[in-house]
Each structure stands twice: as structure tokens, then as C-alpha cells.
């Protein structure tokens, strides 16, 4: 018994020690930034208190709007990227021509990295030389053009589109590889039973995709609340930080304005959300998947 446990701590031991350094602790000095404050140059921190805290949620209103943005941003992205990465999972499930070579295309955005993936929408949303402008043009619709990125009211948005475009087949591979799991046995007989196709996934495939909806979903949501790349790529958190999100405003706290103890702060509110968001549901969906076992 000894010899098993010593075992498991000499292979545990290096991959815990690599990750409680990289990991582990820069997570707790982050929070103990928080109750400081320091300009990241001066040897000497000032022990404040919780009194980042207290500036963050009474006097900084680019706060507040970053924090409505990062809710609105998760809202969607739990919704639109998976949802849209499930319908073409269950297309490219079925047995088409050109099935691998559509899904590598799907994947493709995702392994590129979200400053280029910036770049690139930045330039198609360019109002006087980008695509989509040049498109509407070309098709008489001048009334449709817009400044994507400089209206207040639709640059969060054009923004999430380019997200949604890149993370969409993150989505899609994992649904596929649950799709795998789903019983074709099962399917055939739903089918011979007379139950159409809306009918088969109500009932056969969804419940089967249980488990890969839930890891989905934890996914997105973490993904969307450290959303950062592409915003900053894009928009910078402008126009007039109307598309300023936390992990964003954290960021420019430190590194920008020089004050890592708001910044830490902000970074310490932001996994607390994060936290209150992904721990219910990880509770319920487990309590969800026992009671239907």
C-alpha cells in the first residue's frame, strides 16, 4: 500500500509541482495583489485593504459596463457557437461526399490565433475599404452599410461575429465525437418505429449527448468570460469602451495604467463570476445525470 501511494506521488509529484508553480501560485498572488497597491515598479507594496474593491464597484463606471458586456458576450456565446457547431456536427455525421475535407475546413479558425483572426474581420469590417461594405455595395444596399466597429450599438456585436466564426467548429469536433457514442441500434429502431428525424434526436441522440452538451457548454462559458484577443485586436474595448469586457479592463489597469492592485482585483471579480456561473451548473448537470442513470 506504501509502496502504491509512493508510486502515484513520484508520478504526480513533477506534473503537481509545474503546475502549482505556473499555476497554482500566481492564482493566489494575484489575490493578494488585489488588497495591495503597487505600479509593478516600486520594491515596496502598499497594504490598502479592500479598498480596490471598493473604488471598482462604486467609482469605476467603465467597470460596470465591461461587466454587462462579459454577461452579454457569455449570453450569447452559450447559445450561438454550440448550437450552431451541433447542427453541423449532425450534417457532417451523416455520409457525405467531402465529409473530412468539410470538417478540417470547419476546424480550420479555430487553430488560428485570435490576434489574426482580428486582423482579418478588422479589415472586413473596414467601413470605407472592407468586404461586407464593398458586398452591400455591389448589391445596391448602400442603406445597409455601416461602421461595424465604430457604432457604438453594433460593434459588440460585429464583434461576436467574428468570434462565433472562429469557435464554431470547437464546438463541432467535440459534438462529433459524442455523436460517436450515440447507439445506432437505438436510432434504427426509433426509425423503424416510425418516429421522424426531429423525434430520433429528441429522444435517441440528445439524451446521449448529455455529457458532451454539458462539457460544452462549461467550455464556452469560461471561454467567452476571458475573452481578450480578439476584443483587443478588434476594437481595443472602443468605441468609448463600448465594447470593453473585464478580462480586458483588468489588463489595461496593469498594464496601461500602471495600478495591478485594481487590475488584480478586477482579475479576482471576474473568477468569482466565472466560479458562480460554472459551479451550479456543473452540480446540476451531475445531479441531473445520476438521477437519469
Given at each position: ?51 480596490n ?19 452579454t ?76 466597429l ?10 461576436f ?14 459534438f ?20 421522424n ?74 473568477l ?12 446540476w ?7 437519469a442513470?
Amino acid at each position: 500500500m506504501q509502496s502504491s501511494r509512493a508510486q502515484a506521488l513520484m508520478l504526480i509529484g513533477p506534473a503537481f509541482a509545474v503546475y502549482a508553480t505556473f499555476a497554482i501560485w500566481p492564482m493566489i498572488e494575484v489575490v493578494i495583489l488585489s488588497f495591495q497597491h503597487w505600479n509593478g515598479l516600486d520594491p515596496q507594496r502598499e497594504w490598502v485593504g479592500i479598498e480596490n474593491y471598493r473604488y471598482i464597484l462604486t467609482s469605476d463606471t467603465v467597470f460596470w459596463v465591461a461587466l454587462r458586456n462579459t454577461i452579454t458576450w457569455t449570453f450569447l456565446a452559450v447559445i450561438f457557437p454550440p448550437t450552431i457547431g451541433l447542427l453541423l456536427a449532425l450534417g457532417l455525421n451523416e455520409k457525405l461526399f467531402g465529409r473530412v475535407p468539410m470538417r478540417a475546413i470547419y476546424y480550420l479558425p479555430v487553430i488560428i490565433a485570435p490576434i489574426a483572426v482580428a486582423t482579418m474581420w478588422r479589415w472586413m469590417y473596414d467601413p470605407f475599404f472592407g468586404l461586407f461594405n464593398q458586398v452591400l455595395t455591389n448589391f445596391g444596399l448602400q442603406a445597409w452599410i455601416k461602421d461595424w466597429l465604430g457604432d457604438r450599438e453594433i460593434a459588440l456585436y460585429s464583434m461576436f461575429i467574428a468570434y462565433t466564426w472562429q469557435y464554431v467548429g470547437f464546438s463541432m469536433v467535440l459534438f462529433l465525437a459524442g455523436l460517436q457514442s450515440v447507439d445506432r441500434s437505438l436510432v434504427e429502431a426509433a426509425r423503424i418505429d416510425g418516429a421522424n428525424r426531429w423525434q430520433v434526436f429528441k429522444h435517441v441522440t440528445l439524451p446521449a449527448l448529455r455529457v458532451t452538451l454539458a462539457i460544452v457548454l462549461v467550455l464556452s462559458t469560461i471561454s467567452s468570460l476571458k475573452a481578450f484577443d480578439i476584443v483587443y485586436g478588434m476594437t481595443g474595448g472602443g468605441p468609448a469602451q463600448s465594447t470593453q469586457m473585464l478580462a480586458l479592463w483588468a489588463f489595461m489597469q496593469s498594464m496601461q495604467i500602471f495600478d495591478f492592485g485594481r487590475g488584480s482585483a478586477i482579475s479576482v471579480i471576474l473568477l468569482l463570476v466565472t466560479l458562480t456561473i460554472v459551479v451550479p451548473y456543473l452540480r446540476w448537470s451531475q445531479r441531473d445525470e445520476g438521477a437519469a442513470e
